[in-house]
C-alpha cells in the first residue's frame, strides 16, 4: 500500500498546489483553486430528486475522519475490506462501538491506532456533524454550505484527515502557516513535523516533485530497464501501449520475455493512472502472451496496483485480440487539463 508519508504545499497567486509523496514518489498532485473554490467535495444542503445508480450519484459525504467514517442517520458498525484480521476488528469493535450515534465505518488507517486516537477522531466528527447539523437547519435550500464549516475549504486540513495516519512530514512554503500548523501538531500530540522551506529553489525541487510533474505530463515514459509506455489520451477512452522495442537482452543475456516486461510496466501504468488522474475507459496493449497462466499473473497484479488507488476501478482483464480493459472513476478533470486551466488564468 503507498502510505504516504510526506506533504509538500506550493502557495501560488491563484491556487494551492499539494503533492502527496510515498517514499520520495509522487503519488497524487492535488490543485485547488484560491480563486474559485471548487464544488467537488463541497457540502450543500438540497433535496435529492433522483438516483443515478449507474453513474455513483447522489453519494453525501459529510465527513471522512482519519480512523472513521460517520453515517449520522445511518446505523451499524462496518469495516474497511482492507481490514481483513479478525483479532483486529474485535480489537476495534471495542474501542469503537458507542463512541457516537449512528452508523460507523472503521477505515483500514485505524489498523494499530489506540483508543485514545480512535476517541478523539469521533470527537472530532462529532462537533463537525453539529456544525454542518446548526448550519443546515437555519439555512434556505438549496446553499453551499462549504464556506459556513470551518476548515472545510482549508487544503492542509483536509489533507491531515485523509493522510494524517502515514504522514511524517509536511513541507510549507509561507512561515506564518508552517508555525501555525505546528503549534496545532504540538495541541494534539502529533508526532507529524512541519517544515517552513525557504530558500532560492522552489519547494517542488524536494524529491523531485517538479521532475515528477512533467514525467506525468509526458506522452512517453521511459522505465529503468528501457521498456517504454505510451499515454493516448482521448474524450473518452485512453489507450495506453507497452513497448518493449528499447528493454531487449543485455548482451549475453537472452532476451526478457514478454511477462517480464509487462509485469515491469503494471506499476507504473497504475502509478500514472491515479497522478494523471485519468478517467473513463482505458484500453491496454500489453507485449503479447501466448500463455493464459501468464496473463492472469498480470492482470492480479495490476488489480493489486491499482488497490491503493481511493478512485474506483473496475478491471475487466483481456479481449480477444488480447487488449487488456479496465474502467476508472472520474474525479474531476486530468491533471493535464487541471494544469492548463491554472497556466490559462494566469495569463
Excluded at 3 to 23: C, E, G, K, N
Excluded at 117 to 134: K, M, N
Excluded at 287 to 302: H, P
Amino acid at each position: 500500500m503507498s502510505a504516504i508519508d510526506r506533504l509538500i504545499l506550493h502557495t501560488m497567486p491563484r491556487a494551492y498546489m499539494i503533492a502527496l509523496v510515498s517514499q520520495g514518489r509522487l503519488v497524487e498532485l492535488q490543485v485547488t483553486r484560491r480563486d474559485r473554490p471548487p464544488l467537488v467535495e463541497g457540502i450543500f444542503l438540497g433535496r435529492i430528486e433522483r438516483i443515478m445508480s449507474d453513474l455513483d450519484a447522489a453519494f453525501v459525504d459529510i465527513g471522512s475522519g482519519r480512523y472513521l467514517v460517520y453515517h449520522p442517520v445511518g446505523t451499524g458498525l462496518g469495516f474497511s475490506r482492507r481490514i481483513d484480521s479478525d483479532s483486529e476488528r474485535e480489537r476495534l469493535r471495542g474501542q469503537v462501538e458507542g463512541l457516537l450515534e449512528g452508523g460507523i465505518v472503521v477505515r483500514t488507517a485505524a489498523v494499530g491506532a489506540p483508543g485514545e486516537l480512535l476517541q478523539q477522531d469521533a470527537a472530532l466528527l462529532l462537533e463537525r456533524w453539529e456544525r454542518i447539523r446548526r448550519e443546515a437547519l437555519g439555512a434556505d435550500q438549496p446553499t453551499n454550505l462549504s464556506a459556513r464549516i470551518p476548515g472545510e475549504r482549508d487544503v492542509i486540513a483536509k489533507a491531515l484527515r485523509d493522510h494524517g495516519a502515514t504522514l511524517e512530514e509536511v513541507i510549507i512554503e509561507d512561515r506564518m502557516q508552517a508555525r501555525a500548523l505546528q503549534d496545532e501538531m504540538d495541541r494534539l500530540r502529533e508526532k507529524i513535523r512541519v517544515r517552513w522551506h525557504s530558500g532560492p529553489v522552489s519547494v517542488f525541487d524536494i524529491d523531485d516533485v517538479a521532475g515528477q510533474i512533467d514525467t506525468a505530463l509526458a506522452r512517453r515514459i521511459v522505465l529503468e530497464s528501457g521498456v517504454e509506455v505510451l499515454f493516448e489520451p482521448g474524450e473518452t477512452l485512453c489507450a495506453i501501449d507497452v513497448d518493449s522495442a528499447a528493454a531487449g537482452g543485455r548482451q549475453g543475456r537472452a532476451p526478457r520475455r514478454a511477462i517480464e516486461v509487462n509485469l515491469e510496466a503494471v506499476p507504473a501504468i497504475a502509478e500514472q493512472l491515479r497522478l494523471r488522474n485519468i478517467a473513463g475507459n482505458v484500453v491496454i496493449d500489453f507485449v503479447t502472451m501466448r500463455s493464459a497462466y501468464d496473463r492472469d499473473k498480470v492482470q492480479a497484479s495490476l488489480a493489486e496496483a491499482l488497490a491503493d488507488d481511493s478512485v474506483p476501478t473496475q478491471v475487466y482483464g483481456f479481449t480477444r485480440l488480447s487488449l487488456f480493459e479496465l474502467t476508472r472513476a472520474r474525479r474531476g478533470p486530468t491533471l493535464a487539463a487541471e494544469l492548463e486551466a491554472l497556466e490559462k488564468s494566469d495569463d
